[in-house]
């Protein structure tokens, strides 16, 4: 079965007890029970709902995994993958990512003892250098976030697998329309299924999936254990948005190619991180790695932090928000928002300039945005 009809059909059987085509939001938190004991496989909707249940499938079947697991934000999914960890192990991280988990790792997890390095996955030798006796996880993020660099999923599974380390990816970029870091030996997927998944910006969700049975029995129990799980509501509404997901990559994709040529051209741009440039460092990676080039792109401007917000404040269709992946077009300042949480020389070490915006590309009309675009560069 092919991806688009999975992302319809799989875990969505017409309801047994009605016959309706969309699966029904069961917002119950619990279920009778015949005896003490005796029930139809839900007794709590923290251990299980029909509603997640199915998105949970869905879910495992667009990663070519065997188990999904559905959270109630993205970071209560990374919080369980570092459930499988105990005090005193060592997790190398890829140094370009997300600030929420940058956070996590830095304010919650040290804290309970945990170590990370953070090093530049795109240089060959970064995982030997920072392996140490106490290494037991490697987390990644690709493309990166917010500069878009790519990793070599297949070195790092290799690496993980020789050192007999748990390796996961957090695939919420790329979307398993465009990478699936399991088929490439990877053993965690995670998302934020607020993003593109979900991708309407009308709900707070994480994933992740997985075919190793171990990682799973232990994931589910701390799902339950923890309880981060999403509503049935919220399950509805990503069910709802794998739908329509790969039909949204490819605009995401297009207007995403279409945006990041206008801006290599302008006079007023420094320079511009985008996958699918011929320019960008590891175009020959990606065309390898992915199916496509997702619906980021990220951009310097040749001006300083007071021409970086002027320009984002004359955008009209490009709103500026945190987050991204949903049908209508985003910008951020990583600095001042999404990655204000990095301190300022990381920050500046990493790359991460006061003149650098990412641009969530929208579905709308690509000479539109390029307009918005256009007329908001004149101010700066």
Same mark, same amino acid.
């Given at each position: 079965?092919?991806?688009?009809?999975?992302?319809?059909?799989?875990?969505?059987?017409?309801?047994?007890?009605?016959?309706?085509?969309?699966?029904?939001?069961?917002?119950?938190?619990?279920?009778?029970?015949?005896?003490?004991?005796?029930?139809?496989?839900?007794?709590?909707?923290?251990?299980?709902?029909?509603?997640?249940?199915?998105?949970?499938?869905?879910?495992?079947?667009?990663?070519?995994?065997?188990?999904?697991?559905?959270?109630?934000?993205?970071?209560?999914?990374?919080?369980?993958?570092?459930?499988?960890?105990?005090?005193?192990?060592?997790?190398?991280?890829?140094?370009?990512?997300?600030?929420?988990?940058?956070?996590?790792?830095?304010?919650?997890?040290?804290?309970?003892?945990?170590?990370?390095?953070?090093?530049?996955?795109?240089?060959?030798?970064?995982?030997?250098?920072?392996?140490?006796?106490?290494?037991?996880?490697?987390? $990644?993020?690709? #493309?990166?976030?917010?500069? %878009?660099?790519?990793?070599? @999923? /297949?070195?790092? !599974?290799?690496?993980? &697998?020789? =050192?007999?380390?748990?390796?996961?990816?957090?695939?919420?970029?790329?979307?398993?329309?465009?990478?699936?870091?399991?088929?490439?030996?990877?053993?965690?997927?995670?998302?934020?299924?607020?993003?593109?998944?979900?991708?309407?910006?009308?709900?707070?969700?994480?994933?992740?999936?997985?075919?190793?049975?171990?990682?799973?029995?232990?994931?589910?129990?701390?799902?339950?254990?923890?309880?981060? $799980?999403?509503? #049935?509501?919220?399950?509805? %509404?990503?069910?709802?948005? @794998? /739908?329509?997901? !790969?039909?949204?990559? &490819?605009? =995401?994709?297009?207007?995403?190619?279409?945006?990041?040529?206008?801006?290599?051209?302008?006079?007023?741009?420094?320079?511009?991180?985008?996958?699918?440039?011929?320019?960008?460092?590891?175009?020959?990676?990606?065309?390898?790695?992915?199916?496509?080039?997702?619906?980021?792109?990220?951009?310097?401007?040749?001006?300083?932090?007071?021409?970086?917000?002027?320009?984002?404040?004359?955008?009209?269709?490009?709103?500026?928000?945190?987050?991204?992946?949903?049908?209508?077009?985003?910008?951020?300042?990583?600095?001042?928002?999404?990655?204000?949480?990095?301190?300022?020389?990381?920050?500046?070490?990493?790359?991460?300039?006061?003149?650098?915006?990412?641009?969530?590309?929208?579905?709308?009309?690509?000479?539109?945005?390029?307009?918005?675009?256009?007329?908001?560069?004149?101010?700066?």
């Amino acid at each position: 079965m092919k991806f688009e009809t999975k992302a319809i059909h799989i875990g969505q059987e017409p309801d047994k007890a009605t016959g309706a085509v969309i699966v029904p939001i069961y917002q119950t938190s619990t279920y009778a029970q015949e005896s003490p004991g005796k029930h139809k496989g839900y007794e709590y909707s923290r251990t299980a709902n029909p509603t997640r249940l199915a998105l949970e499938k869905c879910l495992a079947s667009l990663e070519d995994a065997k188990f999904g697991l559905a959270f109630s934000s993205g970071m209560a999914a990374i919080s369980v993958v570092m459930n499988l960890l105990k005090s005193g192990d060592h997790v190398i991280s890829c140094d370009d990512l997300y600030g929420g988990t940058y956070r996590i790792f830095e304010k919650v997890y040290k804290g309970y003892g945990l170590e990370f390095t953070y090093v530049d996955m795109t240089s060959p030798e970064s995982l030997s250098k920072a392996f140490k006796k106490n290494t037991k996880m490697i987390w $990644v993020e690709t #493309p990166t976030n917010p500069l %878009l660099k790519i990793i070599d @999923l /297949k070195k790092v !599974s290799d690496f993980a &697998r020789k =050192h007999r380390l748990i390796s996961a990816v957090d695939n919420t970029f790329a979307t398993p329309y465009f990478q699936k870091p399991l088929n490439l030996g990877i053993d965690i997927v995670a998302h934020s299924s607020t993003k593109y998944l979900g991708g309407h910006s009308d709900l707070v969700g994480g994933a992740i999936l997985t075919s190793n049975q171990k990682y799973f029995d232990r994931m589910k129990f701390c799902q339950n254990a923890v309880g981060g $799980v999403p509503g #049935p509501f919220d399950c509805f %509404l990503v069910t709802r948005g @794998l /739908k329509t997901l !790969s039909l949204r990559m &490819r605009e =995401h994709q297009a207007n995403a190619i279409a945006v990041a040529n206008f801006l290599s051209t302008h006079k007023k741009v420094k320079r511009v991180i985008f996958p699918g440039l011929k320019s960008h460092p590891h175009h020959k990676l990606a065309r390898k790695q992915m199916s496509g080039y997702g619906g980021i792109v990220s951009f310097e401007l040749k001006s300083n932090l007071t021409g970086a917000k002027k320009f984002l404040s004359k955008l009209k269709i490009f709103s500026l928000a945190e987050s991204l992946g949903g049908v209508e077009s985003l910008a951020d300042h990583p600095a001042i928002m999404t990655h204000s949480s990095i301190p300022p020389d990381l920050r500046k070490k990493l790359g991460i300039s006061d003149t650098l915006v990412r641009l969530s590309v929208g579905i709308e009309n690509k000479e539109d945005l390029i307009e918005d675009l256009r007329r908001a560069l004149s101010f700066v």
